[in-house]
């Protein structure tokens, strides 16, 4: 997570010193999730499905599986990273991509906390990163609507952490800490109508009012607007943004202090593009890093 933006920083330090919170609404009973629900915003397909309880398994790597750096050829530098190649087994959801929108359900990959994601549109087959660092990894797996927002169901969700050459324990989510993964917006989003998606997940604590037992609070503030306390996991739609690079800070909270653990507060920024599809998921993998 870089603090060197000023911007970003005093984000962080407005969200963490708890000012200017807002209280949204009660907790609402939980629901399940749509079936063929209609896209929320112009430009995307519908959703399709889920058949069933959506279930999704990573298979490779295992948890704290230490994956070897290859060798370098005679005469050249050591490498520094490895092949990493992800495997699931995902049920109840269907993956597609729509001829005419160009948009469709498929999986998203994070890994550690960078910006970017990785979407992935076949889940038959496996997802190889040609190349992760040396180090300890934290990749997160979740099913996304064609819109870019998350199935909320907690089976949908996966979670593994491995090495690449060497266990240097970064980037690992303790057992039983609560991990915030922030959805979207990420990278850069239409927005003709300057309407975003923010979209997150949680898993290891309810998003509940703080009379809930071990329950967590979503708190958020985007550029100078005023901070925002949830008190449920529903997507937010940004409204009014104008186009150009705004700055935010999501924070997973308990009596106004971040949770302890590695993923309980994100901050990063995105940028509004004029066009027709207000929420399109900024998902742009460096192409570098990845294969299928």
């Given at each position: 997570?870089?603090?060197?933006?000023p911007t970003l920083s005093c984000l962080v330090k407005t969200l963490v010193t708890g000012l200017a919170l807002v209280l949204v609404g009660p907790l609402p009973a939980q629901t399940a999730t749509p079936k063929d629900p209609k896209s929320p915003v112009l430009g995307f397909a519908d959703g399709?499905?889920?058949?069933?309880?959506?279930?999704?398994?990573?298979?490779?790597?295992?948890?704290?599986?230490?994956?070897?750096?290859?060798?370098?050829?005679?005469?050249?530098?050591?490498?520094?990273?490895?092949?990493?190649?992800?495997?699931?087994?995902?049920?109840?959801?269907?993956?597609?991509?729509?001829?005419?929108?160009?948009?469709?359900?498929?999986?998203?990959?994070?890994?550690?906390?960078?910006?970017?994601?990785?979407?992935?549109?076949?889940?038959?087959?496996?997802?190889?990163?040609?190349?992760?660092?040396?180090?300890?990894?934290?990749?997160?797996?979740?099913?996304?609507?064609?819109?870019?927002?998350?199935?909320?169901?907690?089976?949908?969700?996966?979670?593994?952490?491995?090495?690449?050459?060497?266990?240097?324990?970064?980037?690992?989510?303790?057992?039983?800490?609560?991990?915030?993964?922030?959805?979207?917006?990420?990278?850069?989003?239409?927005?003709?109508?300057?309407?975003?998606?923010?979209?997150?997940?949680?898993?290891?604590?309810?998003?509940?009012?703080?009379?809930?037992?071990?329950?967590?609070?979503?708190?958020?503030?985007?550029?100078?607007?005023?901070?925002?306390?949830?008190?449920?996991?529903?997507?937010?739609?940004?409204?009014?943004?104008?186009?150009?690079?705004?700055?935010?800070?999501?924070?997973?909270?308990?009596?106004?202090?971040?949770?302890?653990?590695?993923?309980?507060?994100?901050?990063?920024?995105?940028?509004?593009?004029?066009?027709?599809?207000?929420?399109?998921?900024?998902?742009?993998?460096?192409?570098?890093?990845?294969?299928?």
């Amino acid at each position: 997570m870089n603090t060197a933006n000023p911007t970003l920083s005093c984000l962080v330090k407005t969200l963490v010193t708890g000012l200017a919170l807002v209280l949204v609404g009660p907790l609402p009973a939980q629901t399940a999730t749509p079936k063929d629900p209609k896209s929320p915003v112009l430009g995307f397909a519908d959703g399709r499905g889920p058949s069933g309880p959506v279930t999704l398994k990573i298979v490779a790597p295992a948890a704290d599986e230490l994956i070897p750096v290859p060798e370098a050829p005679v005469g050249q530098p050591p490498a520094k990273g490895a092949p990493v190649t992800l495997k699931v087994e995902l049920a109840n959801f269907e993956t597609f991509e729509d001829e005419a929108t160009k948009s469709g359900q498929h999986l998203e990959i994070l890994v550690d906390n960078i910006g970017a994601m990785f979407p992935w549109r076949d889940a038959t087959k496996p997802y190889t990163f040609k190349s992760l660092p040396k180090g300890t990894h934290t990749v997160r797996i979740f099913p996304v609507r064609p819109w870019g927002e998350a199935i909320k169901e907690p089976s949908a969700f996966a979670l593994v952490t491995f090495h690449v050459g060497e266990k240097d324990g970064k980037n690992t989510a303790e057992p039983g800490s609560p991990v915030l993964t922030i959805v979207a917006p990420r990278g850069k989003v239409k927005g003709g109508t300057g309407k975003v998606l923010l979209d997150v997940l949680v898993t290891g604590c309810p998003v509940a009012e703080s009379s809930v037992p071990q329950s967590c609070r979503l708190r958020y503030k985007l550029d100078t607007q005023p901070e925002v306390t949830l008190t449920k996991l529903d997507p937010v739609w940004l409204e009014n943004l104008t186009p150009g690079r705004h700055a935010y800070v999501v924070g997973l909270t308990r009596e106004q202090k971040i949770v302890p653990g590695a993923f309980a507060l994100y901050q990063g920024s995105f940028e509004v593009e004029n066009g027709a599809n207000p929420a399109a998921p900024g998902s742009a993998p460096p192409a570098k890093a990845t294969g299928h």
